[in-house]
């Protein structure tokens, strides 16, 4: 058979559920924004002198 380039484990990875991938995104995506959230937050505070 011909070698496309594509290990097992990529084509395994294609064909699994998409759900996995999509709950993995949206959990990243959750962290993400909390994480700049907290960031801005904190400038701003710094910014009003609310943090010294």
């Known amino acids: 058979m011909a070698n496309l380039g594509m290990?097992?484990?990529?084509?395994?990875?294609f064909?699994?559920?998409k759900r996995v991938a999509t709950?993995?995104?949206?959990?990243?995506?959750?962290?993400?924004?909390?994480?700049?959230?907290a960031a801005?937050?904190?400038v701003a505070a710094i910014v009003c002198g609310v943090v010294v």
Do not use: P
Request: proline share 0%; no cysteine.
């Open 15 to 17: 064909d699994g559920s």
């Open 40 to 42: 801005f937050l904190f």
């Open 23 to 37: 709950t993995r995104h949206k959990i990243q995506t959750a962290i993400h924004v909390a994480l700049f959230s």
């Open 7 to 13: 290990s097992n484990t990529h084509v395994n990875q």
